[in-house]
T-cell receptor, first 113, second 114 residues
Framework: GAGVSQTPSNKVTEKGKYVELRCDPI?????LYWYRQSLGQGPEFLIY????????DSGLPNDRFFAVRPEGSVSTLKIQRTERGDSAVYLC???????????FGDGTRLSIL | GENVEQHPSTLSVQEGDSAVIKCTYS??????FPWYKQELGKRPQLIID?????GEKKDQRIAVTLNKTAKHFSLHITETQPEDSAVYFC?????????????FGQGTILTVHP
């Protein structure tokens, strides 16, 4: 079946703008995760959803970052007043349940000019 | 919170040799340890994982060992092939409210020379 799908694959925007990144998890997966990966580093946890609720948002770096999953499937990561330091690949992963293996999407490469 | 250290940062081997990558973790409550392979510009792909109630797991040329007492786990790749060349990441997941949240190591760039 289809894997985790992320759109857009690339996003270039100017400092100070607002961006939305979308994640379509594997069908039937109840757990959804967002990570951020900088060049040469491992993914860093941002937020985890179980169903519609954010079960753990301890990785969000500040209040410019927000994520939603209103119907328990698709999730959107929202970044306000973007800064150059926000440039990275934003990865989404999903799992059948939170104790099951996580499968990643291809990511969105975000570049803030 | 959890901290995962991974070594070496780069590893170069000849085709057919074995490769070993080691990780240590800090949180004794961690109970799930996956390994991901990431090729340049691609998504991380799960290659093997192990849970804390098991000491070793094998899948063809790949094996993972876990030492809970020492809080370290290792990836072993035997009979390496050029297509094994990639960046490998270890990760650990704690229990409790952090269950499911993965903390990753810094990655190992594996190069297999034909």
């Amino acid at each position: 079946g289809a894997g985790v799908s992320q759109t857009p694959s690339n996003k270039v925007t100017e400092k100070g703008k607002y961006v939305e990144l979308r994640c379509d998890p594997i069908s039937g997966h109840t757990a959804l995760y967002w990570y951020r990966q900088s060049l040469g580093q491992g993914p860093e946890f941002l937020i985890y959803f179980q169903g519609t609720g954010a079960a753990d948002d301890s990785g969000l770096p500040n209040d410019r970052f927000f994520a939603v999953r209103p119907e328990g499937s698709v999730s959107t990561l929202k970044i306000q007043r973007t800064e150059r330091g926000d440039s990275a690949v934003y990865l989404c992963a999903s799992s059948l349940r939170r104790d099951q293996p996580q499968h990643f999407g291809d990511g969105t490469r975000l570049s803030i000019l | 919170g959890e901290n995962v250290e991974q070594h070496p940062s780069t590893l170069s081997v000849q085709e057919g040799d074995s490769a070993v990558i080691k990780c240590t973790y800090s949180d004794s409550a961690s109970n799930y340890f996956p390994w991901y392979k990431q090729e340049l510009g691609k998504r991380p792909q799960l290659i093997i994982d192990i849970r804390s109630n098991v000491g070793e797991k094998k899948d063809q040329r790949i094996a993972v060992t876990l030492n809970k007492t020492a809080k370290h786990f290792s990836l072993h790749i035997t009979e390496t092939q050029p297509e094994d060349s990639a960046v490998y990441f270890c990760a650990a997941s704690s229990g409790g409210t952090s269950y499911g949240k993965l903390t990753f190591g810094q990655g190992t760039i594996l190069t297999v020379h034909p």
